[in-house]
């Protein structure tokens, strides 16, 4: 069974819809963890899929490139989010296969963007 790592802050408006659509969603071949902070994926080892909400997307993609995420200038230890993370993890050879399930930020249409994550999770198992 493949770990999905499931990101957002449930006190920040439009970015708690990841863990929230993951909630909706069953399938037998992946496991969703809902993560607090990106420690979380700092032990995860293989393939690391990660579920989370990006700005400046309009529709549901799969990322399989973390140079593809633009990160904002980080001013205070608030700004760390998860693609600093990512991008330091590949920078130091820590992971090397990565996938972003991304979805758009503040789209509340849960039962559009559970159709297109659960195509986007048939062509993953």
């Known amino acids: 069974m493949k770990k999905i790592f499931v990101f957002g802050n449930e006190f920040f408006e439009g970015d708690e819809v990841a863990k929230e659509l993951a909630k909706k969603i069953s ?3 992946f496991e969703f963890i809902f993560a607090e902070s990106p420690n979380e994926i700092l ?3 293989d393939e690391l899929i990660i579920l989370d ?3 400046g997307i309009n529709e ?3 990322l399989e490139n ?3 995420l633009v990160l904002e200038n980080s001013v205070t230890c608030h700004d760390l989010d998860l693609g600093f993370y990512l991008k330091l ?3 130091t050879g820590k992971i090397t296969e990565i996938k972003i399930i991304a979805l758009p930020f ?3 249409d849960y ?3 559970k159709k297109e994550v659960q195509l986007i999770l048939q062509k993953l198992k």
């Open 27 to 29: 399938n037998s071949n």
């Open 43 to 45: 032990n995860a080892k």
């Open 53 to 55: 909400v990006v700005k």
């Open 60 to 62: 549901v993609k799969l």
């Open 66 to 68: 973390i140079d593809d």
């Open 89 to 91: 993890m590949k920078t």
């Open 106 to 108: 503040g789209n509340f």
């Open 111 to 113: 039962d559009n963007l």
